[in-house]
Every structure is written in structure tokens, then in C-alpha cells.
């Protein structure tokens, strides 16, 4: 497996194996950010074909919450790893590896993520990647449906932060 930055050209693959509705976390808004220099996509691929995804927000967490309690501290958004069968070989550890290896080459001294209530999986792991509870936020974001039409979602997280 092999952990790198998305390239134009990944685009259209990354839509065809884990195509996205959401309308700010869809593989080409990502890729813009990174674009802009807001933001570095990371994606691992296996066999040659793309296998999750971790966009490591340079500008951190949108919430209001997060930004006045964790100034200047980045996020890992959307993490993923895709197949399910995939799932607890260690992709999803490699992944929040590669962010913290990113940011200390930045000279960044800490790195923050988000876990919803309801993922307790989730947030087992960041425990024992040593990621720590902060501040209670709700994550907003929204989605099209196979209509074209706009759903909000509104969801309660924890923002965890670990000392890098
Ligand atoms: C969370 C996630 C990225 C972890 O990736 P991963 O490659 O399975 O992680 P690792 O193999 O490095 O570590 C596995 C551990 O993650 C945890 N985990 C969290 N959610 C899990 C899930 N849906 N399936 C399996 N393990 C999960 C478990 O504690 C597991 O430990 P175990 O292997 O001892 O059972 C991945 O499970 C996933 O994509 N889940 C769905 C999307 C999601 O919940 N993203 C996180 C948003 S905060």
C-alpha cells in the first residue's frame, strides 16, 4: 500500500470507486482545496486502485466552536477507508500517520480530528492514537440526493487534538 497527495488525474477514479454526493466533501472540492494550498488530499492505494481518503485541512475545522478553542491547529476530514473489507489492517492508522508526518515536517505541533457520538469504533481508534477529547461541536454539511436536491446535516462530534 502506498499513502499519496491526489493528482489531477485521480479524480475521475476516485469517483468511479467511492463516488461522494456531499457537496463540500466531494473528491473535486477536495482536490481544489488542495489546489489552493488550504488543504493536502491523501490516498492510499492497494493493487492499484484507490482504497479510502484523508483530507488534512491545513486551515483546520470549519466549526466556530473548534476554531476559538483549537486556534491553528489542522484536521484531518473525512476520513475513510473503502471497501468495508478493508477495513482494520491498519489502513486507516497509515493514513493519520502520513497527516502527522505532513505537519511535523510543517513545523505544526499538534493535529486535531472530529468524531461523531455515534461512531464509538472511531473514536477507539484516535484514543489509541493518542488523539484526546477537546470541545463538543456539530458538524454541518449537506448533500444532493439522486434528485439533484439539497439535504442539510447537522451532526454532534467531539473535536480530539494530539500533541505532535
Ligand atoms: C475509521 C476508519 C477510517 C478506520 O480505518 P481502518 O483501516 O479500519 O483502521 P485501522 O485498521 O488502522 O484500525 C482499526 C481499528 O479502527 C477502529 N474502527 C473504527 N471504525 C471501524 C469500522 N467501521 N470497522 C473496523 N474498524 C473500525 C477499530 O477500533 C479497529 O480496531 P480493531 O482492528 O482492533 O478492531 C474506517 O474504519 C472507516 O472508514 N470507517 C467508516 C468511516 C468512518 O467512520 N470514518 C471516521 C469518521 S470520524
Known amino acids: 500500500m502506498e499513502i499519496a497527495a491526489c493528482r489531477a488525474e485521480d479524480i475521475e477514479v476516485l469517483d468511479r470507486f467511492m463516488p461522494s454526493r456531499s457537496l463540500d466533501g466531494n473528491h473535486a472540492a477536495r482536490f481544489a482545496r488542495q489546489e489552493a494550498g488550504d488543504s493536502t488530499y491523501l490516498i ?12 488534512v485541512r491545513w486551515t483546520g475545522c470549519e466549526a466556530s466552536e473548534v476554531r476559538t478553542a483549537q486556534p491553528g491547529c489542522p484536521e484531518i476530514n473525512g476520513l475513510c477507508v473503502w471497501p468495508e473489507s478493508l477495513r482494520s489492517q491498519g489502513i486507516g492508522t497509515a493514513l493519520v500517520s502520513a497527516a502527522e508526518r505532513l505537519a511535523r515536517e510543517r513545523g505544526i505541533g499538534s493535529m486535531g480530528l472530529g468524531v461523531g457520538d455515534g461512531n464509538p469504533r472511531a473514536a477507539a481508534l484516535y484514543a489509541r492514537l493518542g488523539y484526546l477529547p477537546t470541545v463538543a461541536y456539530v458538524d454541518r454539511w449537506a448533500h444532493l440526493d439522486d434528485h439533484g436536491v439539497r439535504h442539510e446535516q447537522a451532526d454532534t462530534c467531539v473535536f480530539l487534538v494530539k500533541a505532535l
Do not use: F, N, S
Open 44 to 55: 492510499p492505494w492497494l493493487d492499484g486502485r484507490p482504497v479510502g481518503h484523508a483530507e
